[in-house]
């Protein structure tokens, strides 16, 4: 498992995207003022010459050229300091632009600062976090931070080999960091990038493997240009995530390295970069309950350990229950007095594991049970970090 990637947190499902084929007015190029760029001319006859530092040292003046006049208007890149950039590269990790957005500036708003980050406490980080997903990011980011405040006074080092010392800072983040914030030559290879250069060298090598990352990071360190190192990693995944798309036909007609691109000349784009199909998901089969008593609602706090640690969620347990069941689950919690509605059925899909859930609206007509605590809406919407595996169930309960 990298540090970029943890099994045992919540995966958002918007970034288990189904492939299709896509326009540039639905990839966002229209919508951002994305001009075309005709890219460069082939620069080599069709059998290919150039070695791969050749061919990826060409990248650099005509992906900058076009990243100058396409770069989309991201709050992170107005003020690119070290905590911004740190900040803005781990919320990104499994989470769409779009979606961070406005995360990104609630959490400034709240944490402006490395050291105020470093003191907040964890039930107020995880309800900021809340809905961002793989939440051990944000306990990442605050035992970083205390380390900050510790070893350099509420700030980050300028320095690569330090900045991988920090929790939750593997080679890509620090290398975002280290060029973006502070002008040092480190590249940042992250999959955008990966799939990028994949497409122009026409490699066959699994990206998912360690080795292909690796080897890629040390390319690009010799290629990259030392006077503009953050621009030219912002342009990469730039380039990766509005033209050099995964999911459909990428934008040949509009990208800065398509005469140096041997998957494009190739007729190749479809069928790379290539990646090792993923294990299927294990399937569980939950029920969840959302039980009222007078004006509040149980919920509970999970283990400290495993998927989903120390958040918050609804009584669930596994397995379908039908109405006799539920019923004798709730007579064993010590109520028998209640009144049960069914709720929509929900699924959640997290990295390793898919929840398919069954679930209850409960009334008690009685209290007598002692297993769950009750808390008001009001309270709950505020206070408590509800994973959004609940979110349908969460939403329920704002509209009662």
Known sequence: MTKRQDSE???????????????????????????LYSGMKPVEGEGGSLTEEERLKLLADPLLFWYDRNKRDLPWRKE?????????????????????????????????????????????????????????????????????????????????????????????????IASI??????????????????????????????????????????????????????????????VCIPNGTPHCEACP????????????????????????????????????????????????TGLLANLYEFPNVEGTLNGEQLAQYLIEAGENSFSAEPLPPSRHIFTHVEWRMTAYYVTLRKKKGEQFRYYKKEDILENYAIPSAFSTYLEILKKR
Request: charged share 25%; proline share 6%.
């Open 80 to 176: 690119p300091t070290p905590y911004h950039v740190w900040l803005s590269e781990i919320m990104l990790q499994q989470t769409r632009v779009e979606a961070v957005i406005p995360y990104y500036n609630r959490f400034l708003e709240r944490l402006p600062d490395i050291p105020a980050l470093a003191q907040v406490e964890e039930e107020e980080l995880m309800k900021l976090w809340q809905g961002l997903g793989y939440y051990n990011r944000a306990r990442n980011l605050k035992a970083a931070a205390e380390q900050a405040v510790m070893q350099y006074g509420g700030n980050l080092p300028a320095d690569y080999a330090g900045l991988l010392k920090f929790p939750g800072i593997g080679s890509y983040t620090a290398g975002a």
């Open 9 to 35: 947190m919540e995966e958002n499902q918007n970034s288990d995207m189904t492939e299709k084929k896509m326009t540039a007015a639905e990839s966002g190029l229209e919508q951002s003022g994305m001009e």
């Open 181 to 242: 914030a502070f002008g040092i030559p480190r590249p940042a290879v992250d999959g955008n990038v990966l799939r990028v250069a994949a497409r122009i060298l026409a490699s066959e090598e699994d990206i998912g493997q360690a080795k292909t990352k690796k080897k890629m990071e040390e390319l690009f360190l010799t290629v990259m240009p030392q006077d503009r190192p953050g621009d030219f990693n912002q342009a990469l995944m730039e380039l990766g995530a509005t």
């Open 257 to 304: 390295a398509s005469g140096i691109c041997l998957a494009y000349r190739k007729g190749k784009t479809d069928s790379i970069p290539c990646k090792a199909p993923k294990k299927p998901r294990r399937i569980e089969e939950r029920t969840v309950l959302l039980i009222r008593w007078e004006d509040g609602y149980a919920i509970r706090k999970r283990p400290s």
